[in-house]
């Protein structure tokens, strides 16, 4: 079984404009798809990857090359270990944000409702907290915030109410119990999209994937050198949007700040201003790529200038 085919490979490794002697870093190794390109790439360079789950720390044991180390860490404390391993400043950073083939095929693992599995989700599987946790703990209101926001699914106070229903009765253990408890939400003709927005939103919880991306991002602008290039592969509407407003302004809202010339003022120069989709072909060979979006951005080379005339904005505001 392969463990997982990464999206846009070829655009991704074109994005990072990589130099022979820079410093990488592959924040989501997976199944190693990007480092083992990075590395062909690398001469006197070194390339640095992080992982949580310990099924991909396994992948990292084939790769035997000086240049690379590997580290089973979150990607949110992604700053604090370049600068262990003085591997600052960097040269470029790569995050493809799906799940791998392998977590989805996986049935003990939690992330598909196709197999009957315990509901577990966890990216980490040293971490204790789970998917049963919150299909059983969560308040109604909670829940139904997860679902709205996590999700973006329009029932979500139904399926909130629902859930609760039937954990009164009975603990929902598995993900045949959430189906049994869920079945009167779904519309038949939508069911696998409908559950993969149920599931999804579970996962993000889960794992606290919104939070990790925005620290992550934020911690990207400390370390990365002039003209460093970020590349994010992204698979759903909330990860992007934040992803796109950080590229474009600096913050997750979006909201573009001008200096007293009307220049905008941001730390990062989208590279590509219309989003990266995969080519029919590549969805032919990888249906599982169809949603990936890819964006890349630059580190702008006049960040302290740009520091200097925020600083001019914030006092003629006040």
């Known amino acids: ?15 990072l404009k990589i130099r022979p002697d820079g410093i990488y870093a592959d924040v989501t190794f997976g199944g190693g798809g990007h480092s083992k390109e990075i590395l062909k790439n690398l001469n006197k360079g070194k390339l640095i990857a992080f992982d949580q789950d310990r099924d991909a720390e396994k992948n990292a044991t ?3 090359d000086k240049r690379f180390i590997f580290l089973k860490q979150n990607f949110k404390f992604f700053k604090n270990n370049m600068r262990f391993y003085e591997a600052v400043p960097v040269s470029g950073i790569i995050a493809d944000l799906g799940v791998s083939f392998h977590q989805f095929d996986t049935a003990e693992r939690g992330f598909s409702f196709r197999f009957d599995s315990p509901l577990d989700m966890r990216m980490n599987k040293e971490r204790e907290f789970t998917a049963f946790e919150i299909v059983n703990k969560y308040p109604v209101e909670k829940l139904r915030k997860i679902f709205r926001d996590f999700g973006e699914i329009e029932n979500c106070n139904r399926l909130a109410y629902d859930i609760d229903v039937a954990r009164k009765g009975e603990a929902i253990y598995t993900v045949k119990d959430l189906l049994s408890a869920i079945q009167n939400c779904i519309d038949k003709k939508k069911e696998s999209q409908y559950l993969a927005q149920v599931f999804q939103a579970l996962r993000i919880e889960v794992n606290d994937e919104i939070e990790s991306l ?9 370390v990365m050198e002039t003209r460093g290039r970020l590349v994010i592969i992204s698979y ?5 949007r ?3 407003n950080f590229f474009r302004s600096g913050n997750f809202e979006g909201e573009i700040q001008k200096d007293f010339f009307g ?9 590509n201003h219309k989003v990266i989709v995969p080519t029919e072909l590549e969805i032919k060979n990888n249906p599982r790529c169809r949603s990936a979006k890819l964006r890349v951005a630059e580190k702008n080379k006049s960040e302290i200038i740009n520091q200097y005339n925020k600083i001019i904005l914030e006092g003629r505001n006040n």
């Open 1 to 15: 079984m392969v463990y997982h085919q990464p999206a846009l490979l070829t655009e991704a490794i074109e994005g």
């Open 236 to 240: 759903h509407s909330l990860e992007d």
């Open 214 to 222: 925005k620290e992550f991002l934020n911690q990207c602008l400390d």
């Open 62 to 64: 084939e790769i035997d």
């Open 263 to 271: 220049n905008v003022i941001r730390p990062m120069e989208p590279v």
């Open 242 to 244: 934040l992803v796109k």
